[in-house]
């Protein structure tokens, strides 16, 4: 599948197969044989290319790591640092907003199939500009998210990240979880430096602040 293939699809999605040039490699790394399907994408596949950074948050979130955060995502806006996430919980949601209006790649992960679909103006016209892309593992039969379908979609967004950025994994939780795995996979983990992350930094998180953002931009460059 070429690109200009891609394009032509607009809004309908396209099957990428394993082993293509689009499907990203770090998926057979780190998920192994789970990992040898398909995806579904919706968008410019080159953006899988992109050293992205992934973007997570528990449903619930403190007030103080809330505003630190989005300071955080508006500088990572600024400075055009690539995205993925799954954009679902409300703190992710804000995430989103706050980077749809910038220029940066952001890559979509819904927690069900793409064949229903229906993406805000904001997200249909960075997909039609090159810059938001659309992915799912899952066939159009999935049309609901489920929580099992959420985590199975966490962990392909896990995978595909160079590092992640987790600004608050509530103890005991299913993010809190996630980040365990993600450091067995070796990922860089940051989130902010709060007492209410003190569980992130004991599992080996790095403290992110805004000035800090160059070990981010320094993955913002393509894969090979």
Same mark, same amino acid.
């Given at each position: 599948? $070429?690109?200009?293939?891609?394009?032509?699809?607009?809004?309908?999605?396209?099957?990428?197969?394993?082993?293509?040039?689009?499907? =990203?490699?770090?998926?057979?790394?780190?998920?192994?044989?789970?990992?040898?399907?398909?995806?579904?994408?919706?968008?410019?596949?080159?953006?899988?290319?992109?050293?992205?950074?992934?973007?997570?948050?528990?449903?619930?979130? =403190?007030?103080?790591?809330?505003?630190? $955060?989005?300071?955080?995502?508006?500088?990572?806006?600024?400075?055009?640092?690539?995205?993925?996430?799954?954009?679902?919980? =409300?703190?992710?949601?804000?995430?989103?907003?706050?980077?749809?209006?910038?220029?940066?790649?952001?890559?979509?992960?819904?927690?069900?199939?793409?064949?229903?679909?229906?993406?805000?103006?904001?997200?249909?016209?960075?997909?039609?500009?090159?810059?938001?892309?659309?992915?799912?593992?899952?066939?159009?039969?999935?049309?609901?998210? $489920?929580?099992?379908?959420?985590?199975?979609?966490?962990?392909?967004?896990?995978?595909?990240?160079?590092?992640?950025?987790?600004?608050?994994?509530?103890?005991?939780?299913? $993010?809190?979880?996630?980040?365990?795995?993600?450091?067995?996979?070796?990922?860089?983990?940051?989130?902010?430096?709060? =007492?209410?992350?003190?569980?992130?930094?004991?599992?080996?998180?790095?403290?992110?602040?805004?000035?800090?953002?160059?070990?981010?931009?320094?993955?913002?460059?393509?894969?090979?």
């Amino acid at each position: 599948m $070429t690109k200009r293939e891609a394009d032509k699809g607009s809004l309908r999605p396209i099957a990428v197969r394993w082993g293509s040039d689009f499907y =990203p490699p770090q998926l057979t790394r780190f998920l192994g044989d789970d990992s040898r399907g398909q995806l579904f994408i919706i968008g410019n596949p080159a953006l899988l290319r992109h050293k992205l950074v992934g973007v997570f948050c528990s449903i619930k979130c =403190p007030g103080d790591i809330i505003l630190k $955060t989005f300071d955080l995502v508006r500088a990572m806006r600024e400075v055009g640092i690539p995205v993925i996430g799954g954009f679902h919980t =409300p703190m992710e949601r804000e995430c989103l907003d706050i980077l749809l209006r910038g220029s940066q790649p952001i890559v979509i992960c819904p927690a069900r199939g793409l064949g229903r679909v229906r993406p805000s103006q904001k997200v249909r016209d960075g997909i039609e500009a090159g810059r938001i892309l659309l992915v799912s593992p899952f066939g159009s039969n999935y049309r609901r998210a $489920t929580a099992e379908l959420a985590e199975r979609r966490n962990r392909l967004v896990a995978a595909v990240a160079s590092r992640v950025f987790i600004s608050h994994a509530a103890p005991g939780g299913k $993010t809190e979880a996630l980040c365990r795995e993600m450091i067995e996979m070796g990922k860089p983990l940051f989130t902010i430096d709060a =007492p209410d992350n003190a569980n992130l930094f004991a599992m080996g998180a790095r403290a992110l602040a805004v000035e800090d953002l160059s070990v981010l931009r320094e993955q913002g460059e393509r894969q090979p």
